[in-house]
């Protein structure tokens, strides 16, 4: 590598470093945002943090960065391999981004922040057509921005190929049916036969009363058993919990406490205790590296709900806290068994709301929004349709219908920002389900579990998981975790035996 080499990646390390002090001003924004700053101070806080993203934005499209990151694309081989990761990812930013001028860019953001302030509205009355004037800009935005990108050799032409790809790099639409087609194949009727079942789940006690002081107990003690680092990271409190990794030394999670629901705290701890512990076991090269940003959102959900169901539901750990529950909430736990308490939190059961179903119904949440959006964005379908549609779909999967769009399609955010999104959730559980096979292989995971010793259990997810994640595209990440091609039948095979056992289903 030469001099002028040289001096055009350190000049694009510190452009970098500049962007990412931004982003970083906007995430503790952001977590303020979300935890405590008051309602009526929101809107200049949202006006600040526009502006950060405009700088760094702006940052980012400066002439001689960008021609020093086409400079380095052209000898990439020269480059050390972090170096190529990171400058591959910026040569995308670049080519997806150089039609989008400042006043696009900001033109853009302002359909996405009335679109989340009209979905919240829509959502609390309960009327779509709220909604619907800013969805179709939604839309028609999201359209317009990959319409712009000039593509890299190898990279998707169909508009939702591309916006898939913004979240799983090198997956197609046409892949993500074809397993979620064997999906419905095999758990539709399997579904019908568990309900069929003449198995009684106990679940009266899941709503008792429990104290936010004895919650905040619970979540300290799992934070505390999971590993999370305490010194590096904390948590809060907020409606729709989260993680922001502000940086490397500072990863936040947030939880909420319903007093009539104590499970949906104690999951949602484990969620996002899974993301935030990818943070903070990630390897400290990355960050200064810049590619953290390269994992993926199947990634990183695989690993957020690997902790919070392959663990957080299996028998062993139930077992590992059954004591720590009875002994925080005794007034709720008292007529309550450790195998009741397991079964309470695999109840399967078609429902409406997507972040409250069990493992396997879950599938079917996302499968609807999938084909909606598949279609959505290929004009097959109109926004006005997509009430209809949804409860259609519904009908057809689950056997149940919405009786209004607030339990119906206006329950989630995400299509306030775009589309592409919620397959990724089910590709996190079927990319675990893989890793969860070879993890097996090599330790023993139940005992680990049952012992509470996460410290290997998070080693492993360390050397095997987290390792590659930001440099590889998922499709390779997971052949090089498992050394098998990508497949949904673990995942499937894994939610048949388990639920079989728990229905007493012969198989
Ligand atoms: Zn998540």
């Known amino acids: 590598m030469n001099q002028e080499m040289n001096e055009k990646l350190e000049l694009v390390k510190k452009t970098c470093k500049r962007a990412d002090q931004y982003r970083h001003a906007g995430a503790l924004i952001m977590f303020d945002l979300e935890t405590l700053c008051p309602r009526e101070g929101k809107g200049e806080q949202g006006e600040l943090l526009a502006l950060l993203e405009t700088e760094e934005f702006k940052i980012k499209q400066d002439k001689t960065f960008t021609e020093a990151v086409e400079l380095l694309y052209q000898h990439l081989e020269e480059l050390l391999p972090l170096d190529q990761v990171l400058i591959s990812a910026l040569m995308r930013e670049v080519k997806h981004t150089r039609q989008i001028t400042t006043e696009m860019a900001n033109a853009f953001s302002m359909v996405y922040n009335r679109a989340y302030i009209d979905w919240e509205r829509a959502k609390q009355e309960s009327d779509f057509s709220i909604f619907k004037d800013t969805l179709q800009q939604v839309l028609d935005v999201s359209r317009k921005k990959v319409e712009l990108w000039e593509a890299l050799p190898g990279e998707p032409t169909d508009s939702y190929d591309r916006m898939l790809d913004d979240y799983e790099r090198g997956m197609t639409a046409a892949q993500l049916k074809e397993s979620f087609d064997v999906c419905k194949a095999r758990l539709l009727p399997f579904l019908k036969e568990l309900m069929q079942s003449p198995k009684k789940i106990r679940t009266d006690f899941m709503h008792r009363p429990v104290s936010d002081e004895q919650q905040r107990r619970l979540a300290e003690a799992l934070l505390k058993t999971l590993g999370f680092d305490l010194t590096r990271g904390a948590y809060a409190l907020t409606e729709h919990p989260f993680t922001e990794t502000i940086t490397r030394n500072d990863v936040r999670l947030t939880t909420h406490f319903h007093e009539d629901n104590f499970i949906s705290s ?89 972040t409250e179903a069990d493992e396997l119904t879950y599938t079917f949440h996302i499968i609807i929004r999938f084909e909606i959006e598949m279609a959505l964005v290929a004009g097959e379908i109109s926004v006005s349709d997509i009430p209809a549609i949804w409860n259609q779909k519904y009908q057809e999967y689950l056997g149940i219908t919405p009786q209004n769009d607030r339990e119906g399609c206006l329950q989630d955010v995400h299509w306030s920002s775009g589309f592409g999104y919620f397959p990724s959730y089910l590709l996190g559980n079927m990319f675990n389900s893989m890793y969860a096979v070879k993890m097996n292989e090599e330790i023993n995971v139940g005992k680990c579990i049952e012992s509470g010793d996460f410290t290997t259990i998070n080693r492993w997810m360390q050397e095997h998981v987290f390792r590659k994640a930001d440099i590889l595209s998922p499709l390779e990440w997971i052949r090089d975790i498992t050394g098998r091609a990508f497949t949904p039948e673990d995942f499937l095979n894994y939610l048949e035996e388990k639920y079989s056992k728990i229905y007493g289903l012969k198989r």
Not at 266 to 295: K, N, P, W
Request: net charge negative.
């Open 266 to 354: 104690l999951y949602s701890v484990m969620h996002e205790c899974g993301h935030a512990l990818f943070a903070q076991l990630d390897a400290e090269e990355h960050y200064d590296h810049f590619i953290t940003e390269e994992r993926t959102c199947g990634m990183d959900e695989s690993v957020s709900r690997f902790y919070e169901n392959r663990i957080g539901r299996s028998r062993e750990f139930i077992h590992l806290i059954y004591p720590t529950v009875c002994e925080i909430f005794p007034e709720v736990m008292g007529d309550v068994s450790e195998n009741e308490l397991y079964e309470a939190v695999n109840y399967c059961t078609p429902s409406l709301i997507r």
